[in-house]
C-alpha cells in the first residue's frame, strides 16, 4: 500500500539525528511534491558525498583525500592539537574562526554503560601524534557531559605522564549540551578561556 510506502520513508528519516516525526512528514512530502530533476540532484549529490568523503588518515576528520586541508596546512600551528569527540565538531570550532591548530577526531567518548572504554576511541594515536610531532598543547575540546569530562580526565592523566600540557574548552558552552549546539560567540568565548587541567 501506498501509505506503508510513506510511512517506511518517514521511518527512514527520522532515522537521521535531529529529525522527529513532524519533521519527517514535511521533508517525505517536500520530496515526493519534488520535480524529477529537484529529486535526482539531491539524490545524486548524497550519493557523491558517500562515495568521495572519507575520514582523514591522520586527524579522522573528513576529507576527499587520504590527509585532509587542515593537517597539510603549513598554515595551521602544528604544535597544539585540539581533541573532539566527532568529526562534525570540527565545522562548528572552525567557524569561529579562533581556533588556529590542528585537530584529533576520537570517535566518541569514554561510556562504560555503553561499553565504550578507551581502548575503542583513537586516544594511542592520539598521544603518538602529540609525542612525534613535539606537541606543546593538548586542547581537549570533548563535550560537556559525564562523559566528555571522564574522557579529558583520562585523556589528561595520561599527558601528564608524558610531560605534555593539557588544556580544556572552558564551559562556556552549556553543561548537558554538545559542541554542534552552541553558537559561535559561546563557542569561541570558551576557545579563548580555556583552561589548564
Avoid at 78 to 94: A, G, K, L, M, R
Avoid at 101 to 109: A, D, F, P, T
Amino acid at each position: 500500500m501506498s501509505d506503508d510506502l510513506f510511512i517506511k520513508m518517514v521511518s527512514t528519516l527520522t532515522s537521521l539525528p535531529g529529525i522527529g516525526k513532524k519533521s519527517a512528514y514535511r521533508i517525505g512530502f517536500f520530496l515526493l511534491r519534488a520535480d524529477d530533476a529537484t529529486f535526482k540532484q539531491f539524490i545524486s549529490n548524497l550519493t557523491t558525498v558517500k562515495e568521495r568523503l572519507k575520514f582523514c588518515s591522520v586527524c579522522g576528520g573528513l576529507t576527499e583525500w587520504e590527509i585532509c586541508d587542515i593537517c597539510s596546512s603549513s598554515n595551521r600551528d602544528s604544535s597544539i592539537i585540539c581533541v573532539v569527540e566527532q568529526p562534525e565538531d570540527i565545522f562548528f570550532i572552525e567557524s569561529t574562526g579562533e581556533y588556529k591548530g590542528k585537530y584529533h577526531v576520537l570517535n566518541g567518548s569514554i561510556s562504560p554503560l555503553d561499553g565504550i572504554g578507551p581502548d575503542q576511541l583513537r586516544i594511542k594515536s592520539l598521544i603518538v601524534r602529540a609525542e612525534q610531532d613535539a606537541v606543546h598543547e593538548v586542547l581537549i575540546a570533548t563535550n560537556p557531559t559525564i562523559e566528555g569530562d571522564v574522557t579529558a580526565a583520562y585523556i589528561h592523566n595520561i599527558l601528564k605522564e608524558k610531560k605534555i600540557r593539557a588544556t580544556r574548552i572552558a564551559h562556556g558552552v552549556t553543561v548537558g549540551s554538545t559542541i554542534e549546539f552552541a553558537d559561535q560567540y559561546t563557542l569561541g568565548k570558551a576557545i579563548r578561556s580555556r583552561l589548564v587541567l
